[in-house]
């Protein structure tokens, strides 16, 4: 692994505090601020930390710094706090902060670092024979893709749904676990996360 500057350092533990603090990664801007330097060389901090292996971006949305390794907590157990997803509002981005309504504080193995993570309460009895039941915490890690089989986050006309993802030939099925209920075909279908991990209180 390459070594870091002291400001590259500096930028990356604003990063993973940050991330612990609020469940979700800081903008570009946000960062720009914190230090008060120009966005552009956020970009460049951000750039070299990539390039040696300690971050991870997508370009194509916001708040999506991911921190592959953070240096303050070699050796020790990743916790974070994880967001929970509450009313969405409508036409919105599902990930804006004004969906969410608290936090969850997770641990291993529930989160694993580097990744990105949003909490929901299971609503309804549609996914209950694949042990998804009713008041169930959903821990979901963000993604924009999924695989056929997994059970996945989606907004399907404005509607947040936990279902079971299938590509079909020219559209997409959102599969229930529960015979009561029908399968959701559509070809307007954002997958927002995948099915993580599940908590439950007795």
Not at 66 to 74: A, G, H, K, P, Q
Not at 127 to 143: F, R, S
Not at 150 to 158: R, Y
Request: charged letters at 25%; proline letters at 3%.
């Amino acid at each position: 692994m390459k070594e870091i500057t002291q400001r590259q350092k500096e930028v990356l533990d604003y990063i993973s505090e940050f991330i612990k603090s609020n469940g979700f990664p800081p903008t570009v801007r946000e960062i720009g601020e914190n230090f008060g330097i120009s966005l552009r060389a956020v970009q460049d901090h951000i750039a070299a930390l990539q390039k040696k292996g300690y971050l991870s971006q997508s370009q194509k949305r916001a708040r999506s710094i991911s921190v592959l390794i953070d240096t303050n907590r070699e050796g020790e157990s990743f916790s974070t706090k994880v967001p929970v997803l509450g009313n969405v509002l409508v036409n919105s981005d599902v990930m804006n902060e004004a969906n969410f309504d608290g936090h969850v504080n997770l641990a291993e193995p529930f989160v694993r670092p580097g990744k990105n993570y949003f909490a929901l309460r299971v609503r309804g009895t549609s996914m209950k024979n694949a042990g998804i039941l009713e008041g169930d915490l959903a821990v979901v890690e963000a993604a924009s893709s999924a695989v056929d089989g997994q059970i996945v986050v989606a907004v399907v006309d404005d509607s947040v749904t936990l279902k079971r993802f299938y590509k079909e030939t020219d559209r997409i099925r959102l599969q229930p676990e529960n015979p009561e209920f029908a399968a959701i075909y559509s070809n307007n279908v954002k997958i927002v996360g995948i099915l993580s991990s599940l908590l439950r209180q007795y």
